[in-house]
């Protein structure tokens, strides 16, 4: 199937590892070009090389809570690739923790990276996109289910979420299109992260997959390749939803 990506123009954001950059990834195996950005030089450089074996990468250093950086971002894919096509704000999951002794600070610092950082990125790529562009934001399933033990992420991404949903009204008429992505168990250096904090980890990922239909977790090959296909072309009747991306995890409709 040919998605229409080919020489299309894409950032994807926080894509030096995991999520953010499998679907770097798929995307430049594809045809695309895409700009992907992360907070050192040394893990953007890395990223870059990797994706630079299958097609058009180039890179630049930011960080999503930087009021510049979606400016930065926008200028840079244009002057790279002469076009702005779509853009996948991706960012590093927020502290672990319980809602009740998470620090204030923490709370803090990730409504400045994960919700008001992501929307700026899709506020500023907004108003650059033309008709047929898409914004796409890598959430989690805890926009729907709140996972035990990350208290600022289950508080802040259903909130993104639905501001989400209301871009999607808002810019639906412009023909830009706006979607989210659910990962649940995804195996990801994150999630590995995540495991490593129970008293017995191998146990509580052995667990973990157990709950899940498909009864293994996700690889992020195969994130990647649903969040290819949901900044494509192929996907232009697609817009205001969230898509799970959890093996059946999340058992609502």
Not at 72 to 101: C, H, K, M, W, Y
Not at 109 to 129: H, I, K, W
């Amino acid at each position: 199937m040919d998605l229409g990506l080919k020489n299309k123009a894409y950032i994807v954001t926080g894509a030096t590892r995991g999520l953010g950059l499998a679907a770097a990834r798929e995307l430049v195996a594809d045809g695309a070009h895409v700009l992907v950005s992360g907070r050192t030089q040394e893990a953007v450089d890395a990223a870059v090389a990797e994706l630079e074996t299958l097609g058009t990468a180039h890179g630049l250093v930011a960080d999503n809570a930087a009021p510049d950086t979606a400016e930065r971002l926008i200028a840079e894919a244009n002057q790279r690739f002469g076009r702005f096509d779509g853009i996948l704000i991706s960012v590093g999951g927020p502290q672990a923790g319980p809602v009740e002794t998470t620090p204030e600070s923490a709370w803090r610092d990730a409504f400045e990276s994960v919700f008001l950082g992501a929307l700026r990125l899709a506020r500023t790529a907004a108003a650059a996109l033309p008709s047929g562009g898409v914004i796409g934001f890598v959430l989690s399933s805890s926009v729907r289910q709140p996972i035990p033990g990350l208290g600022i992420s289950n508080g802040l991404r259903p909130g993104l979420a639905m501001a989400a949903k209301s871009l999607a009204d808002e810019l639906g008429p412009r023909g830009i299109r706006v979607l989210g992505l659910l990962p649940a168990r995804i195996d990801t250096d994150r999630v590995r992260e995540l495991d490593a904090l129970a008293p017995d980890p191998e146990a509580a990922r052995a667990e973990a997959g157990a709950a899940i239909p498909l009864r293994r977790y996700g690889t992020p090959e195969e994130f990647g390749k649903v969040a290819a296909f949901l900044l494509s072309p192929a996907a232009s009747y697609l817009t205001g939803l969230m898509v799970p991306v959890d093996g059946g995890a999340l058992r609502s409709l």
